[in-house]
């Protein structure tokens, strides 16, 4: 798409951009907090939970050194098309009464098997208060999001004032680190996490199509793909022959949540109803198991497929992330040795 450009390609000249100032103490310093993370840091494996640590949680960024907010003199804006404007203080924004919400957010940019996808517990005020408060004029009809870090993204004023759309303050029980947005960040199910913008500063309602830096880029995606992927075993991995084999991995649909995920060891030839060991609501992903009997030696393609919340299944169309996501079947081959 014209005018779109790379993760790597963008961090590459930011950093190229960087050295050419020179080798002294102000290149040191920007090295010692960089983020190097516009590919993200993933998450695999098969040391997953269902509530990801924050220190494993996955972080993408378009930044070559994120902000550091202090919280004392942040301000929240919101204003645009409302009758009644307001610029929050942190005391403000902490006096408000918060819910829990346990929510997975995944990258757009996740590739199909890949770890830009973690699950917590986030604490926050519903940003329905807010704009319900402030009073949104008629025509109105969507939220336009600025950040600390000039990252900008824009949402429907519908999805603004769903419920389950929050300003979120803490992170497993924890105060947001500065990787993922302190001192406040949006969290929105249903969407991916470019939407759930951190360090967020000002709230725009809006009655145009402004678009925010990754639309102007040419990534859309209104709707998250159903996903699944393969944690264990991995691709390439040798099983012993004649000892019972076990499967797992994780599914997520957005805020549709999960109600089967299917495996097949044949190459996507029959199928088998895996079980989902951990679904709690539509907002989170499903972590699935299988356990196989014994499997004579031999090489074997492990297929996952997932079907949403709303009965549809995984698209089998194979397509990369750009521009609304990835979709596709996970696929890791085993071999069986006596």
């Given at each position: ?32 907090r ?46 645009g ?6 610029t ?56 336009f999001?600025?950040a ?13 004032l ?17 990787r ?9 199910p ?20 402004r ?61 088998s ?11 989170t ?5 299988m ?14 497929r ?33």
């Amino acid at each position: 798409m014209a005018g779109r450009f790379g993760r790597r390609a963008f961090l590459a000249g930011a950093a190229g951009g960087v050295l050419a100032l020179g080798s002294g103490g102000l290149v040191e310093t920007l090295r010692r907090r960089s983020t190097f993370g516009y590919d993200g840091l993933e998450v695999l494996g098969s040391g997953l939970t269902p509530i990801t640590p924050v220190d494993r949680f996955y972080v993408v960024t378009k930044n070559f050194v994120d902000p550091r907010v202090d919280r004392d003199r942040w301000r929240l804006e919101l204003g645009g098309l409302v009758e009644r404007p307001r610029t929050f203080t942190w005391e403000d924004i902490a006096a408000l009464p918060a819910v829990d919400q346990e929510t997975t957010l995944e990258c757009i940019s996740n590739g199909v098997g890949a770890g830009l996808i973690s699950n917590a517990v986030w604490t926050g005020v519903p940003l329905r208060r807010l704009l319900e408060a402030a009073g949104p004029r008629a025509g109105a009809t969507r939220v336009f999001l600025h950040a600390a870090d000039g990252f900008t993204h824009a949402t429907s004023l519908e999805r603004g004032l769903r419920g389950t759309t929050l300003l979120a303050h803490r992170m497993n029980g924890e105060p947001l680190d500065d990787r993922h947005g302190f001192p406040l960040r949006l969290i929105v199910p249903g969407a991916y996490g470019e939407l759930s913008v951190k360090w967020i500063d000002r709230i725009e309602v809006v009655d145009d199509d402004r678009e925010g830096y990754y639309e102007r880029q040419g990534w859309r995606a209104e709707r998250v793909h159903t996903m699944s992927r393969i944690d264990v075993p991995g691709d390439g991995q040798t099983l012993r022959a004649g000892g019972q084999v076990t499967l797992g991995g994780v599914a997520f649909a957005g805020d549709r949540g999960i109600s089967e995920v299917d495996v097949s060891v044949d190459g996507a030839r029959s199928w088998s109803r895996a079980k989902l060991d951990y679904a709690p609501s539509r907002l989170t992903w499903a972590l699935w198991s299988m356990r196989l009997g014994p499997l004579p030696a031999g090489s074997y393609e492990i297929v996952a497929r997932a079907t949403d919340g709303e009965g549809e299944r995984q698209s089998l169309v194979e397509d990369d992330s750009v521009p609304d996501g990835a979709s596709g079947l996970h696929r890791v081959t085993v071999t069986v040795r006596g």
